[in-house]
């Protein structure tokens, strides 16, 4: 039977594809901070989910949980390092601990849960990691320089593990998900295009990880946008944005 480590389960996307491999029949392992968060999780699946809580800005404590669900529940098949955080970002009033504690939890968070499952993985030459990045990789955004900068980097980090980790028999694969209705992007306060819920992403992702396909990239339409934005020159891509986003200042 598939065993699944996810963290960042305990609300959002996590917790959504918790619960859909849970109803196939996986066994799941959930990690976050809040404790509470994952029992509820846990109890709404009848048992197949199991709360592991743990921070994931903690690498030796983030080990000794992947160490613990090992043995208690068995070598891990799939870890989606989906736990992750945004808050905006104005250069204009720039203030470098924001972009400290977004690269602390997106990038070295990832790092952290990468360094806890892959010597498993490498060992058994086997295994299947999915990196939860964002379309916001894809181009820098106007106030989310923080979270931009993480997340590009949490996708130049799959690319590249990606190659290394062909060679030992373990596939590594990036999700760059759209506009999610989840606690996190409630706190928005613009209209996000193309919004979607939380179910319908974690039927996507799940899809993506019993694919071949590197990038589970959704929805479909959006993304197609956003890769013609990413092809436009410099010249054409920040007056069309700065346009689309409400910034005007300086690209008349
Ligand atoms: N929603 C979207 O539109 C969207 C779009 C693109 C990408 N994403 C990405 O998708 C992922 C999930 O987003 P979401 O919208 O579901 O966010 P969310 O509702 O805020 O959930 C984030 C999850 O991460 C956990 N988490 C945060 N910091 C953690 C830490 N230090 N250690 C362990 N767990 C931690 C939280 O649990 P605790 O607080 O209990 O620790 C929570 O379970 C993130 O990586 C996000 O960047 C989201």
């Known amino acids: 039977m598939t065993h699944l480590w996810i963290?960042?389960?305990s609300q959002g996307?996590?917790?959504?594809?918790?619960?859909?491999a849970?109803?196939?029949?996986?066994?799941?392992?959930?990690?976050?901070?809040?404790?509470?968060?994952?029992e509820n999780l846990a109890a709404e699946?009848?048992?197949?989910?199991?709360?592991f809580p743990g921070d994931i800005t903690d690498r030796a404590g983030l080990a000794a949980v992947v160490a613990a669900i090992e043995a208690q529940r068995g070598p891990i098949d799939i870890a989606v390092l989906n736990a992750g955080t945004h808050e905006p970002t104005d250069g204009a009033a720039f203030d470098a601990a924001v972009y400290d504690h977004l690269i602390k939890v997106n990038l070295t968070g990832t790092v952290n849960s990468l360094a806890a499952v892959l010597p498993g993985f490498t060992q058994r030459r086997a295994g299947r990691v999915a990196l939860v990045s964002s379309v916001a990789a894809y181009r820098g955004l106007p106030k989310?320089?923080?979270?931009?900068?993480?997340?590009?980097?949490?996708?130049?980090?799959?690319?590249?593990?990606?190659?290394?980790?062909?060679?030992?028999?373990?596939?590594?694969q990036v999700v760059h998900p759209g506009f999610?209705?989840?606690p996190l992007t409630d706190r928005n306060r613009f209209a996000m295009p193309s919004?979607?819920?939380?179910?319908?992403?974690?039927?996507h992702i799940l899809a993506g990880l019993t694919s071949s396909r590197f990038e589970i990239a959704f929805p479909r339409g959006f993304i197609s946008m956003l890769k013609l934005l990413r092809l436009?020159?410099?010249?054409?891509?920040?007056?069309?944005?700065?346009?689309?986003?409400?910034?005007?200042?300086?690209?008349?």
């Open 22 to 38: 849970a109803a196939r029949g996986w066994t799941v392992s959930a990690t976050a901070r809040s404790a509470a968060g994952l």
């Open 195 to 203: 919004l979607i819920e939380p179910d319908e992403a974690a039927a």
């Open 13 to 20: 996307i996590g917790r959504a594809v918790a619960l859909a």
């Open 232 to 252: 436009l020159p410099y010249r054409l891509y920040f007056p069309l944005v700065a346009r689309r986003t409400g910034v005007s200042s300086g690209f008349e």
């Open 7 to 9: 963290t960042g389960a």
């Open 45 to 51: 699946s009848g048992g197949r989910i199991q709360a």
């Open 180 to 182: 999610v209705r989840t």
């Open 144 to 172: 989310a320089g923080a979270y931009c900068a993480s997340k590009a980097a949490v996708t130049a980090l799959a690319e590249s593990l990606r190659f290394d980790l062909a060679a030992v028999g373990v596939t590594v």
